[in-house]
């Protein structure tokens, strides 16, 4: 039964946002279309939760610098278009009018006909931009199972952490009573007075629900068309408005060492330290689950190389604790907790640590780098140094307040 209702889902994913916070990185391109993991792009992580989950039906909505982003689509992600099948990445249209998406509820608003076209009984909207795993089909289960018109997905935190985060009110059966966006003292967890209610910004409907719904949010000249301000609130009232608790969401072949992992990768420092949670030797975020595999654009490279094994002069090529993309040549330096994307290049007694090296990236002969992003097409110098001096840094590129170094696209780094 559960299978045949599948086939009635629309999946809608948006992607329109600027990402200003994660800039550098989104000077050039939309943030789901920021690689992630060596190999990926951030927006691979929600598309495989969906196929993974059985749904094959997803309309990605785009919006600023969305070429990466289409390019990406289009050449990772082919469905089987004889089976109805499909992920398509559609621009804002300027439909109802010569506006850009004004909320991400005026994003759905604008694309109605993607809904009215297909005729769904659940249409789903995720957000793109967050690190996680999750069976979407057990959320659309609950879903059914509460008679819902609309179900939310949320995680429990500490009540500290709440403090950042919208929080989500509800009473023992997880109805939906109340929203406070960071709040100063966040609502608890009927029966858990440490832990609070964070929304994931993940939203199912029944088909009625949503087409109702932002009908009338888009004439509502007082609404910031925004799901999380104006569209889940008006629905507190109809006492069918549930949460879904992320944290108990079974992933084949998870650890229970992974369950309730999500990350929103929206500033540098957040984009830095989910990338470091990947290389630990027990990873808190595991990209070597079989059962569960995360799916991007394939390269068309060669195994990864460690060159030159020459203990007397010190010119080893050694990878620690570290992710290596294909097409990679450590040759004779060392990298430590970093991440190397495709075709990188990391040559003799250079040392990099802590970072995040993306594809094409050439680091010179005795270069040192700790604590770094380097975007894609960097050529960094002999000798160079990165990331042991924040003040000179800070004179040459974006430096966070923890001292994260990110050096943009293309950049030449001098010695």
Not at 9 to 19: D, H, Q, R, S, T
Not at 113 to 124: A, G, R
Request: charged fraction near 25%.
């Amino acid at each position: 039964m559960f299978e045949g209702l599948r086939r009635n889902v629309l999946v809608m994913i948006l992607a329109g946002g600027e990402g200003t916070r994660l800039k550098p990185l989104t000077e050039d391109r939309a943030k789901p279309a920021v690689p992630f993991g060596g190999r990926y792009r951030i927006i691979d992580f929600a598309l495989s939760n969906f196929v993974n989950s059985g749904f094959y039906k997803i309309k990605i909505l785009t919006q600023y610098k969305s070429d990466s982003l289409n390019k990406h689509i289009s050449r990772g992600w082919r469905l089987s278009a004889k089976l109805g099948h499909y992920v398509e990445a559609v621009p804002a249209q300027m439909r109802r009018g010569p506006e850009w998406y004004k909320g991400s509820a005026d994003a759905i608003f604008q694309n109605m006909n993607l809904i009215t076209d297909e005729k769904p009984d659940f249409v789903i909207v995720f957000g793109a931009d967050h690190i996680y795993k999750m069976d979407v089909s057990q959320m659309l289960e609950y879903h059914e199972e509460k008679g819902a018109i609309c179900t939310v997905a949320a995680i429990p935190v500490s009540v500290e952490q709440a403090k950042s985060f919208g929080v989500i009110q509800v009473d023992e059966d997880w109805r939906i009573i109340g929203f406070q966006e960071k709040p100063a003292e966040p609502k608890t967890i009927p029966g858990r007075p440490d832990m609070a209610l964070a929304s994931m910004g993940n939203y199912i409907f029944s088909i009625d629900t949503i087409t109702e719904s932002i009908e009338r949010d888009a004439i509502d000249e007082n609404s910031t068309h925004d799901f999380g301000k104006n569209i889940i609130p008006a629905l507190v009232d109809s006492k069918k408005l549930f949460a879904y608790d992320f944290s108990r969401n079974n992933v084949p072949g998870m650890t229970e060492h992974e369950r309730g992992y999500w990350r929103d990768v929206g500033d540098i420092d957040a984009y830095w330290a989910a990338s470091m949670d990947l290389v630990a030797v027990d990873p808190v975020f595991n990209l070597y689950n079989r059962l569960w595999p995360i799916y991007g654009e394939s390269e068309v490279a060669p195994p990864a190389k460690f060159v030159f094994a020459d203990d007397e002069n010190k010119r080893i090529g050694l990878a620690t604790d570290s992710l290596v993309s294909e097409g990679c040549i450590v040759s004779g330096g060392r990298i430590h907790r970093t991440i190397l994307g495709p075709w990188a290049r990391i040559n003799s007694y250079s040392h990099v640590e802590d970072s995040v090296i993306m594809d094409r990236v050439d680091v010179g002969r005795h270069a040192q780098i700790r604590r770094a992003i380097l975007d894609k097409d960097v050529k960094v110098a002999p000798n160079a140094v990165i990331g042991f001096d924040p003040e000179h840094d800070a004179k040459r590129f974006y430096v966070t307040s923890s001292g994260i170094v990110v050096v943009p696209k293309g950049t030449h780094v001098e010695a």
